[in-house]
Structures are given as structure tokens and as C-alpha cells.
């Protein structure tokens, strides 16, 4: 038993460095820790902080929907409401009113029974049949306070032909510690487009858990990508299963820890309908004695033929303190697919470096624009400039480009 596990209690036990999964990210220090579940009056700060804004992408002309510890804001968020949308927090909403939901999703690890287990908040949003939602929902989540544990829960239905782009973003401020555990489960109908942006910028000493299960239906179309600006311990796991012909899905991610930070990317891609592509490509750039963790799986079910797959993991190890752990995988089981998987892990490029400097560039400004080459691809793929625009600049202001 441990001082967390008194307080949490679970059927499955805490993964351990035994389990494949976790091997190069143990959490024995997060079961060392005192921590409570968050309530509107218990263990967080009073006010809203004056240093963050509660719409961290200010040039986004987006809604709004704001939580502190886990508990709704809704002083502080502007909800769409419009003919075929409904976007309700679970805390408003009567049992009647609940969005009938089915993905096939079922926690098979500690992580994802804690948030079922402990489930606070979190928004249901359904886009109705041919809907298409006019501006992007911002999803702000914020951690306020010290040894704060917080079980957000999103459920996201977009129906036959609709339209949808969320942005979640996840703060904390630089005195808090605790815990943030975050699921989403969507469900995109035929010919559906979900779009998905997840940004990680806490500061103190959290450590993070998110998971989306994200499942598409036929010639539907998703666009995710991760970004982790900052982050004490931070682990994102991605699971998108293809369940009709013709599904495309692009995810993406990028990653820059600092110091002694701790980013760990797992994603799990399951094709098992025909006639599907996806791509992924993570960029990670290690500094300090920071360590990252990058593992991506594959699959390709008997049914899956004539799929197209591509993944790729490209690492960059700046300073000698710092490591990458990196597995791509692929599993195929069907004999007329078109896939491909790899990885790099390497250093800056010393020729171009050189040649920035011989033309007058000093060494950080030269190497703060191999950065920003080297995150291109990712970030040209964002749903909005304003928002690639407000990540690219807290980037720069993180690392002093």
C-alpha cells in the first residue's frame, strides 16, 4: 500500500516497471503523495489567478468552457448554444438530459478506473446530423492549488456529416502540485470531421495522465495533434480505432522538455475496416536532464486491406544529461496494406549550424530557427494560425528564442 493507494482505492493495481507500458515511466513518486480530490471550498486557491487568462488562446474566436480543479466555471465560459449542438457539463445536466454513448471504451488500466472511479466534471457535447459548429470549443483546464487531484471526463458525439473542432488545454499554476487525470471518448459519424488540439503548459509539480479513445466511422476524417509545452510529469495517451472503410486520420505531436521534465507519448492506432489511412509524425527535442518516452503501434486487422499507414517518431538530444525512449511499432495481419514506420533519435545538425553562424546568426538565435524548421511539419497541420501562433510563441518565450 502506499500513501495514494489509502486514498484511492481501485480493483487493478498501479503499474509498476514490470509492465512493457510503464517501464520508462514509474509513478512510485506520485504514490508517495498526500493528495486529495478537489471541491469548490477544499484544497485550491480561492480566485482565479491574475497571471493566466481563462482563454489561454486570446486571438481564437472560439467558446469557452472553463474548469478549475475539475469543477465547472461558469462565470468564466461562454458554452455554444445553437439548433444541433448540445454542450452540457456533466454537473448541469439531469440524468434525462444524458448523451447516449457507446464507443466501446473500457479502462483496462489503474490510470483510466481511477478517472472512472473518482469522476468529478467534464462536458458532453453532441453535434447533431450535418451540423457544423462555427467556431472552435476552447476546453480550459486549470490546477490551482496544492496536492490537488482533479478526474475531468469529456464525452463527444459528432453525428452523420458534422463538423467539429475542440481545443484542450491544460494550465497549472507554478505553486500547485498534485494530480490531473483527463479522459475524452468520441465517437465521429460517416463523413464527420473532428478536429482535436491537446496542449499541455502546466507549471509547478503535476503530474498529468490524458487519454482520448477515439473511435471513426465510415469516411470520417480526424485531425489531433499533442503539444507539450510544459510539464513536470506528464503522460498522453492516444488510442483512435477505424471502424468503417475509408476513415483518414492524421495525428500529430510535439514535445520540449526542460530541466528534469518528464514527457511520455503512447499511441495506439487500430485499423479494422478497409480502404483507411493515417499518419502520425511526433517531433521531440530533449534539454537538460529532461527524458522522454515515445511508443506508437499500429495495427492492421485481417479486414484492414488496402490500408495506407504511416508513422514516424524524429528526436533531437540537445544536452548530454537528457534521453528519448522511443518504440515504433506495427502489427499487420492483412496481406494488401501500404504501411511504414521508423524513427531517429540525433543531434543538431553541426553543418547547418556552422553555416547560420558564418552568415553573422549567433548560436542560439541559429539554433531557435533549426527548432522552428524542425517543428514545421507539425505545427503547419493546426486547425487555426492563431492558435499554431500562440503555441510557436510560448515555445520561444519558454526557451528564451
Not at 479522459?183 to 482520448?212: D, Q, R, T, Y
Not at 503522460?235 to 528534469?260: H, Q
Not at 511504414?340 to 549567433?362: E, P
Request: charged share 20%; glycine share 8%.
Amino acid at each position: 500500500m502506499s500513501v495514494f493507494t489509502d486514498k484511492f482505492s481501485t480493483t487493478l493495481p498501479p503499474p509498476t516497471r514490470k509492465s512493457e507500458r510503464w517501464k520508462y515511466s514509474p509513478i512510485a513518486k506520485l504514490l508517495n503523495h498526500e493528495i486529495a480530490i478537489s471541491t469548490e471550498s477544499a484544497q485550491g486557491f480561492n480566485s482565479w489567478p491574475e497571471s493566466l487568462l481563462p482563454n489561454p488562446v486570446l486571438n481564437l474566436d472560439a467558446y469557452l468552457v472553463v474548469f478549475k480543479n475539475g469543477i465547472f466555471e461558469p462565470t468564466l465560459s461562454d458554452l455554444p448554444v445553437s439548433d444541433g449542438v448540445d454542450c452540457v457539463p456533466f454537473s448541469k445536466m439531469d440524468q434525462s438530459g444524458s448523451l447516449e454513448f457507446s464507443n466501446g471504451y473500457h479502462h483496462k488500466e489503474w490510470i483510466g478506473e481511477l478517472n472512472e472511479t473518482y469522476r468529478q466534471d467534464g462536458l458532453s457535447l453532441h453535434v447533431h446530423r450535418n451540423v457544423k459548429v462555427d467556431r472552435p470549443i476552447v476546453i480550459h483546464h486549470l490546477t490551482d492549488g496544492i496536492n490537488v487531484a482533479s478526474f475531468p471526463k469529456h464525452l463527444i458525439k459528432v453525428d452523420e456529416g458534422g463538423e467539429l473542432n475542440v481545443v484542450i488545454w491544460s494550465s497549472a499554476t507554478d505553486r500547485s502540485s498534485g494530480m490531473y487525470n483527463g479522459l475524452l471518448e468520441a465517437s465521429i459519424g460517416p463523413n464527420a470531421m473532428f478536429s482535436l488540439e491537446k496542449v499541455c503548459n502546466e507549471g509547478g509539480k503535476v503530474f498529468h495522465f490524458s487519454h482520448e479513445y477515439i473511435v471513426q466511422e465510415r469516411d470520417s476524417n480526424l485531425k489531433m495533434h499533442t503539444f507539450t509545452i510544459k510539464g513536470d510529469w506528464v503522460r498522453n495517451e492516444l488510442e483512435i480505432i477505424s471502424r468503417g472503410k475509408g476513415t483518414d486520420s492524421v495525428f500529430n505531436g510535439a514535445y520540449l522538455p526542460l530541466g528534469t521534465e518528464h514527457i511520455d507519448n503512447h499511441t495506439t492506432m487500430d485499423h479494422t475496416s478497409s480502404d483507411c489511412t493515417s499518419s502520425e509524425l511526433y517531433r521531440g527535442i530533449m534539454y537538460g536532464k529532461s527524458t522522454g518516452v515515445f511508443n506508437g503501434k499500429v495495427f492492421v486487422r485481417p479486414d484492414a486491406q488496402k490500408t495506407n499507414a504511416f508513422q514516424q517518431n524524429t528526436n533531437i538530444v540537445s544536452d548530454r544529461g537528457s534521453a528519448i525512449n522511443t518504440k515504433p511499432e506495427l502489427e499487420i495481419y492483412a496481406d494488401d496494406v501500404k504501411c511504414a514506420h521508423g524513427c531517429t533519435v540525433g543531434q543538431f545538425d553541426l553543418d547547418a549550424l556552422f553555416y547560420l553562424k558564418s552568415r553573422g546568426i549567433d548560436e542560439k538565435a541559429a539554433k531557435a530557427l533549426l527548432v522552428e524548421a524542425f517543428l514545421a511539419d507539425v505545427l503547419s497541420s493546426v486547425s487555426s494560425t492563431e492558435l499554431s501562433t500562440e503555441i510557436m510563441s510560448l515555445y520561444r518565450e519558454r526557451h528564451g528564442w
